[in-house]
């Protein structure tokens, strides 16, 4: 089974920024949407950030301005551009997508989580 490989997180300064990234571990058809999820210690898990297969995008309020989704759909990746971070944004990041496999059937799966601390 094809599985959401993230990466990009990491320890940064606040009023710093990072990357996240998010593919596939194996071929696919397309990715339809993709969604960045996080999830604080003790808080439940939030959705961040979305794009559906048309480029509209949809934001959490706390990260407007801050934070921005894309995709590259040659590469099957989405991305999250996280700048001017702040400590309340540190969280273990996923992904989520849904996506037509290369069997042509529609999955939608999770990604294993990166980790995203902001030090004050």
């Known amino acids: 089974q094809v599985r959401l490989v993230e990466s990009g997180g990491g320890l940064v300064q606040a009023g710093g920024s990072l990357r996240l990234s998010c593919a596939p571990s194996?071929?696919?058809?397309?990715?339809?949407?993709m969604e960045w999820y996080r999830q604080a210690p003790g808080k439940q898990r939030e959705l961040v950030a979305e794009?559906?297969?048309?480029?509209?995008?949809n934001y959490l309020d706390s990260v407007k301005g801050r934070f921005t989704i894309s995709r590259d759909n040659a590469e099957n990746t989405v991305y999250l551009q996280m700048n001017s971070l702040k400590p309340e944004d540190t969280a273990v990041y996923y992904c989520?997508?849904?996506?037509?496999?290369?069997?042509?059937?529609?999955?939608?799966?999770w990604g294993q989580g990166t980790q995203v601390t902001v030090s004050s």
């Open positions: 989520k997508a849904n996506y037509v496999g290369s069997d042509y059937y529609t999955y939608t799966n």
């Open positions: 194996g071929s696919i058809f397309t990715i339809n949407s």
């Open positions: 794009i559906t297969s048309n480029g509209r995008t």
